[in-house]
């Protein structure tokens, strides 16, 4: 990724005003938000008045670990979602994985099986076919599981700003104060949308009191 | 080197102290004691300590009035330290870590597991770096290192096997023993053993604060047994004028109490029992409207203020101050905030009994509790029975002590050493600050300086095969 790409223009740089209420946008990727997380936008949301928008992967994410909360959070006011719904399951690098190790071996392995079924001179080779299949299966597993996973856990924090940044090339982030990465695939995100807004505070602390904080930074930038 | 030349030159110490002045950390009165006293007998002191961006950005407060009480012939160097586990700006992330952050995270425990188990470890290799060099211009005879951090024990030990210099390590604090569970802190094969092993198998001397201390890692270190002493923490003459010249306050007979706890309040402590005691202990009329003053810093970090102030029963705001809320009832606790270390005596004279609350087990002292002693005032024990600090406030006469931490046991030892306050005597203050007379700091280090002394200028150390005291 070119750096230059996200240097801010001059007008990127203009901060948000002082009178605007604070907003925040808090990235978090893991599949099942941690009570941490939830508890952060509650607070952010019902004690502080803060406008957050909350940037994950699902719905699901929060409503399979705490679906009472979600009912009551997701329509906040305050609240603005985006999420990838399924972009990264459909993203190439997944996707050529699946059709490349498991699917077009399985389709390939399934339909001899099923050869061997019904043709018969090819039925003594119906153990082995079935064997076979399942040994794909076995191995195309190990393979996803050890090998693929853990080299796309190395691409994954540039996939995912990737594949974020389209879902918040409409937002105006000029009334955006503060940018929190909850997670370690968060980093790249918020670091690239802190790269092109110099405005923002970026971080991966869960600061409460933001209002008086961004006061006392507004200060200081003042003096 | 001509013996005769080393002879007649000052002693030369390399002192691997992380905190010291300005950074206003718990352990940091014992670090500043040693080198003022080692200066104060002619030694050529140089401290490795803390950079100070880590001070500021990290720990978030410094105590610059405490880092003018550090002895000018003292030289103050700050190796570098990697703010990998503190960083949350994500601006100074380095351009690697932002695109490829599981990976340098990666990187990063691997160091940790392969090298040095701590996430101090890049400061002990800058120590290890800036003390060469200073060595390459004059040679150091000695180093003493100081933990936490730990690195500094193993920078000790590097640089004893680059230049033979002998070295000691001061356990300010224990490393594999957690002294809040009195269990070995580290499973068996964590590496943190191997190297607390490696680094005193080679010392020329290992110091602890407490004698129970000294005699668990005797028992794991038998072969070091003969190098190891206890140098208790003691308090700062220098800092605090001793009780008694002060008197008693008349009006006391006419004023609610003031009890008054004085150090950083930390989550290990019994803070809820403390808490509750003192709203029981103030539903008796000797201790009716008494207020309870807080002083100090809450945690040792810039978050966790407001969950501690919580645990207390008190609000605070984001600048730390007190939330006054009407509607919730007065339980007397007041947050004071920070104290420097120059201001603590006119506390100790403020508040007419002291409260020692302390965390962990049999193996704590504490180093407050030389102070509270050297005040001369009733002092009300909020601990676990059994603790090391115990055999320091034993013969203290006005010590009340519950022996456990039940509310109500606790409540009437507030409420007996309320009693006493009231009627206080200069006399008894004089006698009771006595007590404290054996344990200041300058009279406790006489032993190590002696040690060092010895070790210094190379004489043979003898092996009674008891522990040096």
Redesign the interface.
């Known amino acids: 990724?070119n750096?230059d790409e996200y240097a801010a223009t001059k007008e990127q740089v203009q901060v948000a005003g002082v009178d605007a209420p604070l907003r925040v946008m808090i990235i978090s990727t893991v599949y099942q938000l941690k009570e941490r997380i939830r508890n952060y936008v509650r607070d952010l949301l019902e004690k502080e008045g803060i406008r957050v928008d909350l940037v994950f992967l699902g719905a699901k994410s929060w409503e399979e670990v705490d679906p009472e909360g979600w009912e009551q959070v997701r329509n906040h006011p305050l609240l603005t979602l985006y999420t990838l719904d399924g972009a990264e399951h459909r993203h190439p690098l997944r996707r050529v994985e699946r059709v490349i190790v498991l699917r077009a071996p399985e389709a390939v392995l399934s339909r001899a099986t099923r050869l061997t079924e019904r043709v018969g001179p090819l039925r003594p080779l119906q153990r082995p076919a079935k064997a076979l299949e399942n040994g794909h299966r076995r191995v195309a597993g190990a393979f996803h599981s050890r090998i693929y996973n853990k080299a796309y856990?190395?691409a994954?924090?540039?996939v995912l700003a990737k594949l974020f940044g389209r879902r918040l090339a409409d937002v105006d982030f000029r009334t955006v104060d503060r940018?929190v990465?909850t997670d370690?695939?968060a980093?790249?995100l918020?670091?690239?949308l802190?790269?092109k807004h110099p405005h923002l505070v970026?971080?991966?602390?869960l600061d409460?009191?933001l209002v008086?904080?961004h006061e006392q930074l507004r200060a200081r930038e003042d003096s | 080197m001509n013996s005769s030349r080393r002879d007649t030159r000052a002693p030369r110490i390399l002192y691997l102290a992380f905190y010291f002045p300005p950074s206003r950390a718990s352990g940091v009165y014992r670090a500043r004691a040693t080198a003022n006293h080692l200066a104060a007998r002619g030694w050529d002191v140089t401290v490795c300590a803390a950079p100070m961006s880590f001070l500021h950005d990290v720990i978030g407060s410094v105590d610059e009035e405490l880092a003018s009480t550090v002895d000018p012939r003292i030289t103050v160097e700050r190796p570098k330290l990697n703010h990998f586990a503190w960083e949350?700006?994500?601006?100074k992330?380095s351009?690697f870590?932002?695109?490829?952050?599981?990976?340098a995270?990666k990187l990063y425990q691997f160091n940790q597991r392969t090298l040095f188990p701590e996430n101090y470890a890049s400061w002990g290799r800058s120590a290890v770096a800036r003390g060469l060099r200073l060595h390459t211009k004059r040679r150091f005879d000695v180093v003493l290192a100081t933990g936490n951090p730990f690195a500094s024990f193993a920078a000790a030990w590097a640089f004893h096997r680059l230049t033979g210099v002998p070295y000691v390590v001061d356990y300010r604090d224990s490393w594999t023993l957690d002294l809040f569970n009195d269990q070995p802190a580290f499973p068996d094969d964590h590496p943190a053993w191997k190297w607390e092993r490696r680094v005193l198998r080679r010392a020329a001397g290992a110091v602890f604060v407490n004698e129970p201390l000294r005699r668990w890692h005797a028992e794991r270190y038998p072969d070091v047994a003969d190098r190891m002493m206890v140098v208790p923490n003691g308090w700062d003459a220098d800092l605090m004028s001793p009780a008694g010249e002060a008197g008693v306050d008349p009006g006391i007979t006419a004023r609610p109490l003031r009890f008054g706890y004085l150090g950083t309040l930390t989550n290990s402590q019994p803070v809820e029992e403390l808490a509750a005691a003192w709203i029981r202990a103030r539903t008796y009329p000797e201790l009716a409207d008494a207020e309870l003053n807080i002083h100090g810093h809450l945690g040792f970090f810039k978050?966790g203020r407001?969950d501690l102030a919580n645990r207390l029963g008190l609000d605070l705001?984001?600048?730390g101050q007190l939330i006054d809320d009407p509607t919730t009832p007065d339980l007397g606790i007041h947050y004071r905030g920070p104290v420097s270390k120059t201001e603590v005596a006119s506390v100790y004279e403020h508040n007419d009994v002291l409260v020692f609350l302390a965390g962990g087990g049999r193996y704590v002292t504490s180093g407050k509790i030389f102070e509270y002693m050297a005040s001369g005032k009733p002092i009300v024990s909020v601990h676990a029975p059994g603790i090391a600090a115990q055999d320091v406030l034993d013969g203290y006469p006005l010590w009340f002590n519950a022996d456990s931490l039940d509310v109500e046991a606790v409540a009437n030892s507030m409420v007996e050493a309320g009693k006493v306050a009231r009627g206080l005597t200069a006399e008894q203050r004089a006698v009771a600050s006595r007590h404290a007379q054996g344990y200041t700091r300058d009279t406790l280090l006489v032993a190590l300086e002696e040690r060092l002394r010895a070790i210094a200028g190379r004489e043979r150390i003898t092996v009674s095969g008891q522990p040096a005291r």
Do not use: E, F, H, N
């Open positions: 990724m750096i856990k190395l994954r924090p540039s940018i990465a370690v695939y980093v790249t918020g670091w690239r802190a790269r970026a971080t991966t602390a409460r009191d008086a904080l | 949350r700006d994500l601006r992330y351009a870590r932002a695109r490829m952050p599981l990976v995270q978050g407001r705001d984001s600048d």
